[in-house]
């Protein structure tokens, strides 16, 4: 579970590509148009309706395999997106996560404590050594 949610943390939150930046801030503009135009918010809640089902089946997986705690994949889906949405757009606007603590986060999320080291925790070993 750690490794997977590092990867989501490093590719979409931390350190995105191009594409993925340009995607992300597509999708924030898509919703920013939602708020006042009823068609496209009908497109983009059709769109957001399909991701969550998606992610929804894999978190039911995930609970079946016992990665996370059994709830509702529906309402972790939701939550998960929110909050990688959020960090991403937090790394954005102020660069101070690293893929550790970002995988941290989403294991919280997911009602998992990952135990990753911290770039600070690696900071405060090598200044006390």
């Not at 998960?80 to 996560?97: H, I, K, N, T, W």
Request: charged letters at 25%; aromatic letters at 4%.
């Amino acid at each position: 579970l750690a490794g997977r949610l590092q990867a989501v943390a490093a590719r979409v939150v931390v350190h995105p590509s191009e594409d993925t930046r340009a995607l992300l801030a597509l999708e924030r503009e898509l919703w920013r148009l939602a708020g006042r135009d009823p068609a496209v918010a009908a497109v983009v809640r059709a769109r957001s309706v399909e991701a969550r089902e998606r992610m929804a089946q894999g978190f039911a997986t995930w609970m079946r395999d016992g990665l996370v705690p059994p709830g509702d994949p529906v309402t972790m889906a939701s939550a998960f997106r929110a909050v990688v949405v959020g960090l991403e757009m937090q790394q954005r606007l102020d660069p101070v996560l690293d893929v550790a603590g970002a995988a941290a986060v989403l294991g919280l999320v997911l009602g998992r404590q990952i135990d990753v080291e911290t770039t600070e925790q690696r900071e405060r070993e090598t200044r006390s050594a």
